[in-house]
């Protein structure tokens, strides 16, 4: 079986600032992890993901994220945060064994005050 | 249009009505989704389409019930709802490469269909 969980359910966070949005995870083959969005009333918007090679992967609005095998850990990271990127977060998981369906964390609300 | 349609935005239904939620998607893919958004509640597959057979079904009630015309149009059809059914419904879409079922696409979502049971 496979699961994400998210520790935190809000992160808050000055403009200008850091953020880490946490998402670890439980897979029983080797994993693919994702990142997505979501703004009020819209659906998902892909960030990022991890399949294979390079822990550190780049994605979209200056978003990235680490993979860490031996903590299963895929945090979320951006140096400088915008107020625009307040937004609820959801990490996913499958795993390489031919299941098809995503499995999604229960989602991080990050809130950029100015 | 570009990405992944969805209509009605927002539908209210009575427990014995009958509706269809439809789902489009302009990318090219070959495998359609529908997820299920409830308050507080992580989100849920109920069906994997891919190449227009149905692979994955994930216990879902039978008042739910999914057809893939073609691998552009995916319908998530509704007869005697409950209203503990009221939620948002994501479709999502992605294209499955040569590794099939092993490979590690990326599942772009709609806007989804906010729907209230009454």
């Known amino acids: 079986a496979q699961s994400v969980a998210q520790p935190e359910d809000q992160v808050n966070v000055a403009e200008g600032n850091p953020l880490t949005v946490k998402c670890t995870y439980s897979?029983?083959?080797?994993?693919?992890l994702f990142w997505y969005v979501q703004y009020p009333n819209r659906g998902l918007q892909f960030l990022l993901k991890y399949i294979t090679g390079d822990n550190l992967v780049k994605g979209s609005y200056g978003f990235e994220a680490e993979f860490n095998k031996s903590q299963t850990s895929f945090h979320l990271k951006k140096p400088s945060a915008l107020v625009s990127d307040s937004a609820l977060y959801f990490c996913?998981?499958?795993?390489?064994?031919?299941?098809?369906?995503?499995?999604f964390g229960s989602g991080t609300r990050l809130q950029v005050q100015p | 249009e570009t990405g992944v349609t969805q209509t009605p935005r927002h539908l209210v239904m009575g427990m014995t009505n009958k509706k269809s939620l439809k789902c489009e998607q302009h990318l090219g893919h070959n495998a359609m989704y529908w997820y299920k958004q409830s308050a507080k509640k992580p989100l849920e597959l109920m069906f994997v389409y891919s190449l227009e057979e149905r692979v994955e079904n994930n216990s879902v009630p039978s008042r739910f019930s999914p057809e893939c015309p073609n691998s552009s149009h995916l319908f998530l059809h509704l007869h005697t709802l409950q209203p503990e059914d009221s939620a948002l419904y994501l479709c999502?879409?992605?294209?499955?490469?040569?590794?099939?079922?092993?490979?590690?696409?990326?599942?772009?979502f709609g806007p989804g269909t906010r729907l209230t049971v009454l």
């Open positions: 996913a998981v499958r795993d390489d064994t031919g299941r098809r369906a995503l499995t």
């Open positions: 897979v029983s083959g080797n994993p693919y």
């Open positions: 999502a879409s992605s294209q499955v490469l040569s590794g099939g079922r092993f490979s590690p696409d990326t599942q772009y």
